[in-house]
């Protein structure tokens, strides 16, 4: 996807729905906590979030975190994956 498309063409709704479950999961009071233990920014943190859950390569388990970034990779994989897919609309939902 990434040679074809950008964030221009992931759907309003989607867009929306990823910013509220990164969100919740930035909410949460025991990620609070870690993320606090942590030092990482807000940005970084909902981007490791959503490479965690998803199973790809990078993510909080490989910023030298320890115990930390273990806890975190668990508590993302907690909240499921996510399918970036290509709708008819042409625009990129999740699902």
Known sequence: ???NYTINDISV???IQM????TI???SAEVSALL???????ESAGHDFWLTRNG????FWDRGLGAVGEKLTRLAH??????MYVGD????HIG
């Open 56 to 59: 790809h390569g990078a993510g």
């Open 19 to 22: 910013r509220t479950e990164c």
């Open 1 to 3: 996807m990434d040679k």
């Open 78 to 83: 907690g909240a499921g994956e996510r399918t």
């Open 89 to 92: 609309d042409s625009q990129i």
């Open 25 to 27: 999961f930035l909410q």
């Open 13 to 15: 709704d989607t867009l």
């Open 36 to 42: 606090n233990d942590s030092n990482l920014s807000a």
